[in-house]
């Protein structure tokens, strides 16, 4: 799977949208862009999902560029339940199930 | 309905011992998939099986480490002569059948086995 590149750590105020940034330079067409998070020491949640299309869902938004060599994860209105460690993913899509291959992720503080 | 279940949820051993971990995964969920995490990183991929059969395990770091899953439901991860650099994390997921093509795209994590060798 594609590398993926993340800043460690980042600060959003409570009520404002959170914008998590990820590059993944080397994706190859096959590749999707996943998302997961881990809230402190519970196990890691699936939050979205995309190929080429921006897509949103109950959770949050993804908006992933022309190129595909980057995304950003959007939490439009975080709150102090969203601090977590965010997991940006890149996962070829093949006949059958994979394994997920994490990198260090971004920890996000929510600030009140 | 039952989430992925793991147990024990905390196990101390001593060095030199063998551990078992056992994980339940969601009832259905045919792929089941081991990960090792240390403190501050991700999770890091074992192995990995659909039903019964294990698919990869191009992940346990020695042949110290074996998993298995003999009837494709409950799977258990074997450490042999555990050394204190075994000591982590080890998370359990489990996922539905693939979608023809498609790869199911959400694994669900159980709360995992915190492993300590002294």
């Known amino acids: 799977d594609a590398k993926t590149t993340q800043p460690t750590s980042m600060d959003c105020a409570e009520g404002r949208a959170a914008n998590l940034p990820c590059n993944h330079s080397?994706?190859?067409?096959?590749?999707?862009v996943y998302w997961y998070r881990q809230i402190h020491s519970q196990g890691p949640q699936y939050i979205i999902h995309?190929?080429?299309n921006n897509e949103t869902n109950e959770m949050a938004s993804l908006i992933i560029t022309e190129d595909r060599k980057s995304s950003t994860l959007i939490l439009p209105h975080a709150t102090l339940r969203d601090t977590a460690v965010y997991y940006c993913?890149?996962?070829?899509?093949?006949?059958?199930?994979?394994?997920?291959?994490f990198g260090k992720g971004t920890r996000l503080s929510v600030i009140a | 309905g039952a989430g992925v279940s793991q147990s024990p949820r905390y196990k101390v051993t001593k060095r030199g011992q063998d551990v078992a971990l056992r994980c339940d995964p969601i009832s259905g969920h045919v792929s089941l998939y081991w990960y090792r995490q240390a403190l501050g990183q991700g999770p890091e991929f074992l192995t990995y099986f659909n039903y019964e059969a294990q698919q990869d395990k191009s992940g346990l770091p020695n042949d110290r480490f074996s998993a298995e899953r003999p009837e494709g439901s409950i799977s258990t991860l074997t450490i042999q002569r555990t050394e204190q650099r075994d000591s982590a994390m080890y998370r359990c997921?489990?996922?539905?059948?693939?979608?023809?093509?498609?790869?199911?795209?959400?694994?669900?994590f159980g709360p995992g086995t915190r492993l300590t060798v002294t």
């Open positions: 995309g190929l080429k």
């Open positions: 997921a489990s996922s539905l059948e693939p979608l023809g093509a498609l790869s199911s795209y959400e694994q669900y």
């Open positions: 080397t994706i190859s067409g096959n590749e999707y």
């Open positions: 993913i890149v996962r070829v899509q093949s006949s059958g199930n994979t394994p997920l291959v």
